[in-house]
């Protein structure tokens, strides 16, 4: 009795800390509108999205729908010949004839992958004269609200957007309260081919994505865009005036609201997809109907009933996790002037925790069961042939862009990437036979909404440092096993995962091949996107035995292990990979001390190149760790020092979550800090300089989200780890976050944790154990097993 009515104290305590934050704690807000996509505010609902400018005289939406893609089911079959280079290759590189290694790989290409395309805009055209006042536009994370406000000539404006994910549909509304009326005309365009027509009382914008863009960085051809309306995916949004006491007036292209003081718009849109094996436009679904449902059904709802049920869906994800880090000084100044002051050296700890919740945002936002993972931008792009055709990168962005899911308590949201897994699988199978003879499933660097899976490079004009790398599927996989680790699904496991780990499993069996020592690698190898350079001088990309695949493929069959010991199934493949993973090229350390990138100790073209793939076994993987592989560990810090906390904004987030990993709170909050570097308006492609926006996307450049999912996890790991076979609570905490509590964060185990400190050190912690089972909890030195029931929660003293 007394321990029931302790937790019920402590959680009371915490939770009326947590919601003494201030107001602004949980927004972005400015005092102008938007200049550029990347000031604009993001809002989205898993399938929609749209940025939103915040303009006075014509306000601005950017809008997505999240499978309106360029392409169609992609042909495996493209490339049959391509396992008859594999032996060539390796007799190659066994024979270290790196050049010609180089030269014949390009015969294992494919095709690029397709585009992500965007919808158009919605403009509302006021018209206004004059200088407004008081301007300001904010996004609300906490209830994925956006508002713009000011005053003109006396009147007050305001208005609120929202995409709901209940009722499907984006909402607007908009109010004047003084001597003026809403006097507002609304119209549709895009880049792409389309057009408008008035029907049944909406607005109706239908067009189509193009049928091929070539990807951005190839504009050296005489035709990069491709339109085939036939073929091509076809799209429609609706626009309608779900209540307004004003006259409304459907004309032409536009639809007109004029003398109103209030006015709430509906925006529906939907596109044909109907599946990554069917033509999207024979064989595609009616988007007009689709469509034209979703808004039919928003319009029998007030928008008191649409607000209730978006906020009531949002919250039940965002609220589970919170995070104070104190210092709350800076959040009464605009986003924009906390970055700049954040930039001069003076601390913002509030602007992490934000930085930190913002990305659980984004996540909420564009990844939803059902639907599909977030890509390179999330859901939100603007150009036709967006950077790297804002495509799934899968040798470090897609995966990223979920690393922080399941610690973050938002594990449900894991399931679109572990679904499209699904679809990979099914591709890659061809692929894994036609390009390796072998079989089970492989995912090359890119993939699209067709789930194409061979390697890019337009059948030999691709460099292989990018376009040949065959461990897609096998990282991806790692994702399997991690969703099934924090939440202890025997029933996902053996149904979704399993099947899925075991098929990546066979292609590296097939694909693995004896060096001259006769050891296991892979032939050939890459480490994504770095070249190294020979003790003769040669700079190439193609080897054997990278320590990046190596790790991954380490990873994958540790975890396969563990899924077929719980299952108990498949004595006889647990056999083979047993005897495989003990042949596997070990570890080695250079001579200068760092954990080797490549089978011999080469040295590195860029010797702070922004991939750190040969340190995944230190992090998102644990096959090295400080207590069970501490010479290793040292290794990888020896690496991490070479290679620096700089790079592009992705970049610096793998940096974070590495040295979180390594214990060092500094170095990690070091980190953090370029990770925050505001690189204003700059959205030119560059490999270094990375931070962020003023909407705080997060900045490569140019704008990509894996960076914010990212850091929010290296967040994370910093406060919590669980991944050594124990739940250690604070093992990365810096200086600078002397105080501070969270509340919701998740352990591999199914074990949420709160935790309170000052003057950093732990004050207090409680564990509510989701799945039962021992949980052991670690502390600075101590360590304290807990036997725990389902359900119940744990105050702990350490």
């Given at each position: 009795?007394?321990?029931?009515?302790?937790?019920?104290?402590?959680?009371?305590?915490?939770?009326?800390?947590?919601?003494a934050?201030?107001?602004?704690?949980?927004?972005?807000?400015?005092?102008?509108?938007?200049?550029?996509?990347?000031?604009?505010?993001?809002?989205?609902?898993?399938?929609?999205g749209?940025?939103?400018?915040?303009?006075?005289?014509?306000?601005?939406?950017?809008?997505?729908?999240?499978?309106?893609?360029?392409?169609?089911?992609v042909?495996?079959?493209?490339?049959?010949?391509?396992?008859?280079?594999?032996?060539?290759?390796r007799?190659?590189?066994?024979?270290?004839?790196?050049?010609k290694?180089?030269?014949?790989?390009?015969?294992?290409?494919?095709?690029?992958?397709?585009?992500?395309?965007?919808?158009?805009?919605?403009?509302?055209?006021?018209?206004?004269?004059?200088?407004?006042?008081?301007?300001?536009?904010?996004?609300?994370?906490?209830?994925?609200?956006?508002?713009?406000?000011?005053?003109?000539?006396?009147?007050?404006?305001?208005?609120?957007?929202?995409?709901?994910?209940?009722?499907?549909?984006?909402?607007?509304?908009?109010?004047?309260?003084?001597?003026?009326?809403?006097?507002?005309?609304?119209?549709?365009?895009s880049?792409?081919?389309?057009?408008?027509?008035?029907?049944?009382?909406?607005?109706?914008?239908?067009?189509?994505?193009?049928?091929?863009?070539?990807?951005?960085?190839?504009?050296h051809?005489?035709?990069?865009?491709?339109?085939?309306?036939?073929?091509?995916?076809?799209?429609?949004?609706?626009?309608?005036?779900?209540?307004?006491?004003?006259?409304?007036?459907?004309?032409d292209s536009?639809?007109?609201?004029?003398?109103?003081?209030?006015?709430?718009?509906?925006?529906?849109?939907?596109?044909?997809?109907?599946?990554?094996?069917?033509?999207?436009?024979?064989?595609?679904?009616?988007?007009?109907?689709?469509a034209a449902?979703?808004?039919?059904?928003?319009?029998?709802?007030?928008?008191?009933?649409?607000?209730?049920?978006?906020?009531?869906?949002?919250?039940?994800?965002?609220?589970?996790?919170?995070?104070?880090?104190?210092?709350?000084?800076?959040?009464?100044?605009?986003?924009?002037?906390?970055?700049?002051?954040?930039?001069?050296?003076?601390?913002?700890?509030?602007?992490v925790?934000?930085?930190?919740?913002?990305?659980?945002?984004?996540?909420?936002?564009?990844?939803?069961?059902?639907?599909?993972?977030?890509?390179?931008?999330?859901?939100?792009?603007?150009?036709?042939?967006?950077?790297?055709?804002?495509n799934?990168?899968?040798?470090?962005?897609?995966?990223?862009?979920y690393?922080?899911?399941?610690?973050?308590?938002?594990?449900?949201?894991?399931?679109?990437?572990?679904?499209?897994?699904?679809?990979?699988?099914?591709?890659?199978?061809?692929?894994?036979?036609?390009?390796?003879?072998?079989?089970?499933?492989?995912?090359?660097?890119?993939?699209?909404?067709?789930?194409?899976?061979?390697?890019?490079?337009?059948?030999?004009?691709?460099?292989?440092?990018?376009?040949?790398?065959?461990?897609?599927?096998?990282?991806?996989?790692?994702?399997?096993?991690?969703?099934?680790?924090?939440?202890?699904?025997?029933?996902y496991?053996?149904?979704?995962?399993?099947?899925?780990?075991?098929?990546?499993?066979?292609?590296?069996?097939?694909?693995?091949?004896?060096?001259?020592?006769?050891?296991?690698?892979?032939?050939?190898?890459?480490?994504?996107?770095?070249?190294?350079?020979?003790?003769?001088?040669?700079?190439?990309?193609?080897?054997?035995?990278?320590t990046?695949?190596?790790?991954?493929?380490?990873?994958?069959?540790?975890?396969y292990?563990?899924?077929?010991?719980?299952?108990?199934?498949?004595?006889?493949?647990?056999?083979?990979?047993k005897?495989?993973?003990?042949?596997?090229?070990?570890?080695?350390?250079?001579?200068?001390?760092?954990?080797?990138?490549?089978?011999?100790?080469?040295?590195?073209?860029?010797?702070?190149?922004?991939?750190?793939?040969?340190?995944?076994?230190a992090?998102?993987?644990?096959?090295?760790?400080?207590?069970q592989?501490?010479?290793?560990?040292?290794?990888?810090k020896?690496?991490?020092?070479?290679?620096?906390?700089?790079?592009?904004?992705?970049?610096?987030?793998?940096?974070?979550?590495?040295?979180?990993?390594?214990?060092?709170?500094?170095?990690?909050?070091?980190?953090?800090?370029?990770?925050?570097?505001?690189?204003?308006?700059d959205?030119q492609?560059?490999?270094?300089?990375?931070g962020?926006?003023?909407?705080?996307?997060?900045?490569?450049?140019?704008?990509?989200?894996?960076?914010?999912?990212?850091?929010?996890?290296?967040?994370?790991?910093?406060?919590?780890?669980?991944?050594?076979?124990?739940?250690?609570?604070?093992?990365?905490?810096?200086?600078?976050?002397?105080?501070?509590?969270?509340?919701?964060?998740?352990?591999?185990?199914?074990?949420?944790?709160?935790?309170?400190?000052?003057?950093?050190?732990?004050?207090?912690?409680?564990?509510?154990?989701?799945a039962?089972?021992?949980c052991?909890?670690?502390?600075?030195?101590?360590?304290?097993?807990?036997?725990?029931?389902?359900?119940k929660?744990?105050?702990?003293?350490?």
């Amino acid at each position: 009795m007394k321990k029931t009515l302790l937790l019920v104290a402590l959680s009371l305590l915490w939770a009326n800390a947590l919601l003494a934050q201030g107001p602004n704690a949980l927004k972005l807000w400015y005092t102008k509108p938007a200049g550029q996509f990347e000031e604009a505010l993001p809002l989205g609902n898993g399938r929609l999205g749209a940025m939103d400018y915040g303009g006075v005289s014509s306000a601005r939406f950017s809008l997505n729908e999240t499978t309106l893609w360029a392409g169609g089911p992609v042909n495996p079959d493209m490339n049959p010949h391509a396992k008859n280079y594999l032996q060539p290759v390796r007799d190659a590189l066994f024979s270290e004839n790196y050049k010609k290694a180089d030269s014949l790989v390009r015969f294992m290409q494919g095709s690029f992958s397709e585009s992500y395309a965007p919808l158009g805009n919605l403009y509302i055209d006021f018209g206004h004269q004059g200088e407004p006042v008081d301007y300001k536009r904010e996004l609300d994370i906490q209830n994925a609200v956006s508002k713009v406000s000011y005053t003109l000539n006396g009147t007050v404006y305001t208005r609120e957007t929202f995409i709901s994910h209940p009722d499907q549909v984006m909402v607007i509304r908009l109010t004047a309260k003084g001597g003026d009326k809403l006097n507002f005309t609304c119209r549709f365009n895009s880049l792409l081919q389309a057009k408008t027509a008035v029907e049944a009382g909406s607005l109706h914008f239908k067009g189509h994505a193009p049928f091929h863009a070539e990807p951005n960085y190839r504009s050296h051809l005489p035709s990069t865009i491709v339109n085939d309306p036939v073929n091509a995916m076809r799209f429609s949004a609706m626009l309608r005036v779900l209540k307004t006491d004003g006259q409304q007036n459907l004309q032409d292209s536009t639809l007109k609201v004029t003398n109103a003081t209030e006015a709430v718009l509906l925006v529906s849109m939907a596109t044909s997809f109907n599946g990554a094996n069917k033509n999207p436009g024979t064989q595609g679904k009616d988007e007009v109907a689709s469509a034209a449902a979703y808004l039919q059904a928003a319009t029998d709802k007030t928008y008191a009933e649409l607000l209730k049920k978006h906020t009531a869906d949002f919250r039940k994800y965002f609220d589970r996790v919170q995070l104070d880090l104190g210092d709350r000084e800076a959040e009464n100044l605009t986003t924009i002037d906390r970055l700049n002051r954040f930039a001069s050296g003076k601390s913002d700890n509030s602007l992490v925790a934000l930085y930190y919740q913002y990305g659980r945002y984004l996540l909420i936002s564009s990844s939803r069961v059902g639907g599909l993972p977030p890509n390179l931008q999330g859901l939100w792009n603007e150009l036709v042939r967006p950077p790297w055709s804002s495509n799934y990168t899968t040798n470090i962005n897609a995966e990223m862009n979920y690393w922080g899911v399941e610690t973050g308590n938002l594990s449900e949201l894991h399931q679109p990437l572990l679904d499209f897994i699904g679809q990979l699988a099914k591709t890659g199978a061809v692929t894994a036979k036609n390009y390796y003879n072998a079989g089970g499933w492989v995912c090359h660097h890119n993939t699209d909404l067709w789930a194409m899976t061979n390697p890019v490079g337009a059948f030999g004009e691709g460099s292989p440092q990018w376009a040949n790398w065959p461990m897609g599927g096998v990282w991806l996989s790692t994702h399997l096993w991690e969703h099934y680790a924090f939440t202890k699904d025997d029933a996902y496991l053996a149904k979704q995962a399993y099947p899925l780990m075991k098929g990546a499993v066979q292609f590296c069996l097939d694909f693995l091949t004896a060096d001259p020592k006769g050891n296991l690698v892979t032939a050939p190898s890459t480490s994504p996107e770095n070249i190294y350079i020979t003790s003769t001088g040669y700079k190439g990309s193609t080897l054997y035995g990278s320590t990046a695949d190596l790790a991954m493929i380490r990873e994958l069959f540790a975890d396969y292990l563990k899924a077929t010991e719980i299952l108990g199934v498949d004595a006889d493949m647990q056999q083979s990979v047993k005897t495989a993973l003990a042949k596997l090229y070990p570890y080695q350390i250079g001579k200068k001390g760092n954990l080797q990138e490549w089978y011999h100790d080469w040295e590195d073209q860029d010797p702070r190149h922004r991939h750190l793939s040969h340190l995944f076994a230190a992090y998102p993987g644990y096959s090295i760790t400080s207590s069970q592989t501490p010479e290793l560990a040292q290794a990888v810090k020896k690496s991490l020092e070479i290679r620096t906390n700089e790079g592009t904004g992705w970049a610096i987030t793998w940096r974070i979550n590495l040295w979180a990993r390594l214990q060092n709170g500094e170095r990690a909050y070091d980190a953090v800090k370029k990770m925050l570097r505001y690189v204003g308006k700059d959205a030119q492609i560059k490999m270094g300089g990375g931070g962020v926006y003023g909407n705080l996307f997060g900045a490569h450049p140019p704008f990509q989200i894996d960076g914010n999912f990212g850091g929010g996890a290296g967040i994370a790991e910093m406060l919590l780890q669980s991944h050594q076979g124990f739940v250690e609570l604070l093992p990365a905490l810096p200086a600078e976050w002397a105080e501070g509590e969270v509340k919701g964060l998740v352990a591999r185990g199914g074990f949420v944790v709160d935790m309170k400190w000052k003057n950093g050190k732990l004050v207090s912690s409680k564990i509510t154990s989701v799945a039962g089972g021992t949980c052991k909890v670690k502390y600075g030195n101590k360590l304290k097993a807990l036997q725990t029931v389902a359900g119940k929660s744990y105050a702990l003293e350490i």
